[in-house]
């Protein structure tokens, strides 16, 4: 049953939403590149981490934002803290950045930027206008469908995701190898 | 206005979910409202509980029995000075407490004190709590940080380490109980939080019971995970007094400092109502598939009223207890009109039981129904705030290595011992 459906309450992806959490998104993110402080830039980093999982949610999907909380802004973002808390931040800020790598910063961005134009102008053509069916009501459940599989068929993504989850096993594994002395 | 106020009276569904805002308004006002006194009282009743434990008095000058005693420290807390210190960063000083306030008010949205009592319902209820609440160590770890000083920023590394690693053995618990969601027809679960609470209803059980022992392991690797998550005694080692003077909070003072107890104590709240929720049958009262009909709704409907009936008792013999020298005169006299107002409470409250039982529909029903699921909740979450101040009197502080140890190689592989064998119980059983 969805809610939404049935008394015909008024949408919340309305512009104003998007143009705030969008605002809020690029504003925090250009603080994270200026500010010289690092923890200063990690709070502004879970600023646009939040307000990109407030963009999810308007986009119908609340299991990828609910996600995009607990693994980013709460999780990683903790031990991002945890480790520049133990960094002296008033030298750091002093010292001159000895990288200059700026170019291919540049680079890459341009080439970002890319291809965000190209799906803007060209996205009627790349992707197909579906409908919505039931989204918010049933969108762990097709996510899990997606992985998992359903009624007894493997899921259009199941190689994918064991592969991923591989991956992730063996930088855990590297992990502890890495800081374990003898094991 | 008032037609969007009259048109959800009707309404079976949350306020959020049915789309009407004013009601959902009305609903934050009325949680926050309710845990700010919680918390008043919850102020009270530790120190006095803690107190007997340790056969003192406790606050026994400001009221009678000390009953104005959070009243006064909440006077104190706001007239007090609020210092900055000099070297500290004065923008995230003074952001960190408002952190760790909003991700412990904000998972209060989805807390569902009964099918319709809840700000709204989502599809992710729980993973949102998770992760609103999880946002909570923010607020610490800023604060240490901030503070730019010794024993805070330790306090802050602790919180957040131990925060951090309990948070798995916590998740990996509540999986398992999601996991029981799905043992229905259908076969598939829920996230949502009053989902959960409808699944316990339609398998009749509790999965606080279900495949016994597994969802009563479970629940207790939760409840000693919550216990770690919200910093409280014995694994309050951010504040541990002996070591960090005051933890996270050494630098704060008056009315920040009193944003940071708020905190904790709703985050207390909050996870004391995922366990009721998860566990305990949240607003359900016992035995809902076996005590049903209208005789039985009658008797437990008459609970909340009595309930309040006993307090207002206690409290009238605690009056008339006071020792007879005119010097007490006064306080006895505040002590009988506080239980008169307790006893008021109690009369109404009954009075609703009584009507609402005549006639079905009426608004006096949906009063009863209402009040007799929050009762219910929030008696089961009460306990669960008892046991947060029974813990804090019986157990000394864990060391950091021993919290370590305990989190990762005994909470983790048993909780993860505990998902496995629930999978392959549900699926083997049915």
Redesign the interface.
């Given at each position: 049953m969805n809610?939404?459906l049935n008394?015909?309450?008024?949408p919340v992806a309305t512009p104003f939403f998007f143009y705030l959490l969008a605002g809020a998104a690029i504003l925090s993110g250009l603080l994270v590149i200026t500010r010289r402080?690092a923890?200063?830039s990690a709070?502004a980093l879970?600023v646009t981490l939040l307000s990109v999982s407030g963009l999810y949610l308007m986009l119908y999907a609340?299991?990828v934002?609910?996600?995009q909380?607990?693994v980013y802004?709460?999780?990683i973002?903790?031990?991002f803290?945890?480790v520049i808390?133990?960094v002296n931040i008033e030298r750091v800020s002093k010292e001159r950045q000895f990288n200059r790598i700026w170019p291919v910063g540049l680079a890459a961005s341009c080439a970002l930027l890319a291809v965000f134009l190209a799906a803007f102008t060209k996205g009627k053509d790349l992707f197909h206008d579906r409908p919505i069916t039931l989204p918010?009501?049933?969108?762990?459940?097709q996510i899990a469908g997606y992985l998992y599989g359903e009624a007894g068929r493997i899921g259009q993504y199941t190689f994918a995701f064991e592969i991923a989850s591989l991956l992730l096993l063996v930088a855990i594994l590297g992990a502890v190898i890495m800081t374990k002395k003898k094991i | 206005m008032l037609q969007e106020f009259m048109s959800y009276l009707g309404s079976n569904l949350p306020p959020g979910s049915a789309g009407n805002q004013l009601w959902a308004l009305i609903y934050v006002f009325v949680i926050f409202a309710g845990v700010a006194v919680i918390v008043l009282c919850m102020n009270w009743i530790e120190r006095k509980a803690l107190a007997h434990f340790q056969i003192r008095l406790g606050p026994m000058r400001v009221g009678p029995h000390g009953l104005l005693q959070p009243f006064a420290d909440a006077l104190k807390l706001m007239l007090k000075e609020d210092i900055i210190p000099d070297e500290a960063d004065a923008v995230v000083f003074w952001v960190a407490p408002v952190i760790g306030l909003l991700a412990a008010f904000t998972v209060y949205i989805v807390i569902p004190f009964g099918p319709s009592q809840a700000v709204t319902d989502m599809n992710i209820g729980i993973l949102f709590m998770l992760g609103v609440s999880s946002l909570g160590v923010l607020g610490i770890v800023t604060a240490g940080w901030a503070s730019n000083s010794h024993y805070p920023l330790i306090g802050a590394l602790r919180s957040s380490a131990q925060m951090v690693s309990y948070e798995v053995a916590m998740g990996m618990a509540i999986l398992s109980a999601i996991m029981m969601t799905s043992m229905n027809a259908a076969g598939t679960g829920t996230l949502s939080m009053i989902g959960i609470v409808e699944a316990q209803q339609q398998q009749g059980i509790w999965f606080l019971f279900k495949f016994f022992p597994l969802g009563f392991i479970a629940f207790v690797i939760f409840a000693i995970a919550m216990v770690a998550e919200t910093n409280r005694s014995p694994f309050d080692l951010a504040e541990a007094e002996s070591e960090l003077t005051a933890g996270f909070h050494t630098e704060y003072s008056g009315l920040r400092w009193s944003l940071f107890m708020l905190a904790e104590y709703a985050a207390m709240i909050a996870v004391s109502s995922i366990a009721v929720t998860l566990w305990l049958g949240g607003w359900m009262h016992p035995f809902p598939n076996l005590l049903h009909g209208p005789a039985w709704e009658f008797i437990f409907s008459l609970f909340p009223g009595l309930t309040f009936g006993a307090l207002a008792a206690i409290t009238f013999i605690g009056a008339a207890r006071m020792p007879s020298h005119s010097f007490f005169r006064i306080q006895r006299a505040g002590l009988a009109v506080f239980a008169a107002l307790i006893g008021l409470v109690a009369l109404l409250l009954l009075v609703i039981a009584v009507a609402g039982r005549a006639n079905d529909t009426s608004i006096a029903a949906r009063f009863r129904e209402g009040i007799d699921y929050v009762y219910w909740f929030m008696l089961k979450v009460a306990v669960f705030m008892y046991l947060f101040i029974w813990y804090r009197a019986t157990w000394p502080r864990y060391r950091f290595d021993q919290l370590m140890k305990v989190g990762w190689k005994v909470m983790l592989p048993i909780s993860l011992g505990v998902l496995i064998l629930t999978a392959i119980v549900g699926v083997l059983l049915p």
């Open positions: 809610p939404l008394t015909g309450a008024a402080n923890v200063h709070l879970i609340p299991f934002a609910g996600v909380i607990i802004a709460g999780g973002m903790v031990l803290l945890f808390m133990l918010e009501s049933t969108n762990t459940q | -």
